[in-house]
């Protein structure tokens, strides 16, 4: 790994160790993907034209940094076992994505003093809340970073599983991509034996060949009311705690 990368992986874990407390995160993984990877150019056939390239964002561009904030067994566990969504989880999931901004924010001015350029996408709420289409994709550009592999919850599943939230920053340096996996980390995928996200979707917005995107924000939005002194936090992640969700 590069002294810039080794530095990149510094930082995130120095920001995430600002927040910490117990019971609240995992360790991080951070991957980094080139650019010019195909797998950029071909996401606006696979997901949309809407789907903007790394280039697109920053002319530069020569990398882009993709990292997991992965969540703690707690977090996992209260809203597995709780009949709506946890609390817990909503907090963690608010936190995280004010987390997330920090990280990249950090990363962004320590980059520039050694004459790197970068930027980045918020973590979440960029969307089009019409049809649902983002710009940019943080789970995407992860899984071209070689973080995981895609689950049977549409969700990208790394070695440390899926429950947690995903940053990502363009960056106008050289690194060495990290590989792709070498293994499935979906059960669904690998086995055919585990369809728990799908059982565990309280809306059935979850199939074996397809996310009905619509009735999963309805829930999200119905979900947010619940929270209103945590902000505003469209979260569920019931197809997430499963076994998928901590894995290492």
């Given amino acids: 790994m590069s002294s810039l990368a080794d530095k990149i992986s510094i930082i995130i874990n120095r920001e995430l160790n600002k927040e910490q407390n117990i019971n609240q995160y995992r360790k ?81 001015e320590e980059l520039r003093q050694q004459h790197v350029i970068a930027t980045f996408q918020k973590a979440t709420h960029n969307f089009n809340k019409q049809d649902l289409t983002a710009p940019w994709s943080h789970r995407s550009a992860a899984y071209v970073a070689g973080l995981g592999t895609f689950g049977l919850n549409r969700m990208l599943i790394t070695p440390s599983g899926c429950a947690g939230r995903f940053g990502s920053i363009i960056i106008s340096a050289e690194i060495e991509p990290t590989p792709p996996p070498k293994e499935e980390y979906c059960l669904y995928f690998k086995s055919r034996k585990c369809r728990f996200c799908i059982n565990n979707c309280p809306v059935g917005a979850l199939t074996e060949n397809s996310l009905d995107k619509q009735k999963c924000y309805v829930h999200l939005l119905a979900t947010a009311k619940k929270f209103p002194k945590l902000g505003f936090c469209d979260v569920c992640g019931k197809c997430t705690v499963g076994p998928c969700a901590l894995m290492g």
């Avoid at 950029?40 to 790394?54: N, Q, R, S, T």
């Avoid at 990292?67 to 999931?93: D, H």
């Fill in 28 to 108: 991080p993984l951070v991957g980094f993907a080139s650019a010019h990877d195909p797998l950029f150019a071909k996401m606006k056939e696979l997901i949309g034209p809407h789907i903007l390239h790394p280039t697109e964002l920053l002319p530069q561009a020569k990398t882009v940094v993709a990292f997991f904030l992965p969540y703690s067994k707690y977090i996992v566990q209260a809203n597995r076992n709780s009949t709506g969504v946890a609390k817990e989880w909503a907090k963690a999931y608010v936190k995280t994505n004010k987390l997330i901004e920090t990280i990249c924010l950090e990363l962004t």
